[in-house]
């Protein structure tokens, strides 16, 4: 089973950038889908954006053209480059992983992103 790690959360003005990054315990090939979601607090968890297996991002509306993510096949990770920070992009970042045999589920354990006004 594939586990990921994040990293890369912290504290940002409005307006700056933040990287995080997702390293997975075993191949990225091995999975149908990579995602990263959020949850603010008192709101529900939302996908902010993943790459499923036909390779295609998929971005939820309030992060396109902001946020980008790219995968590097060598090392397992998967990353989300947030630009143009809002204070409303606060919350717990999740990476998120579906493996192709058995679409079994793996959340890492979150890291945290503060966006200052």
């Known amino acids: 089973q594939v586990q990921p790690v994040e990293s890369g959360g912290g504290l940002v003005q409005a307006g700056g950038s933040l990287r995080l990054s997702c390293t997975a315990s075993g191949s990225i090939f091995t999975l149908s889908s990579i995602g990263w979601y959020r949850q603010a607090p008192g709101k529900k968890r939302e996908m902010v954006a993943l790459?499923?297996?036909?390779?295609?991002?998929i971005y939820a509306d309030s992060v396109a053209g902001r946020f980008l993510v790219s995968v590097d096949f060598a090392k397992n990770t998967f990353s989300l480059q947030m630009n143009s920070l809002k204070p409303e992009d606060t919350a717990v970042y999740y990476c998120?992983?579906?493996?192709?045999?058995?679409?079994?589920?793996?959340w890492g354990q979150g890291t945290q992103v503060t966006v200052s006004s």
């Open positions: 790459i499923n297996s036909g390779g295609t991002p």
């Open positions: 998120n992983t579906v493996s192709r045999i058995g679409s079994v589920d793996s």
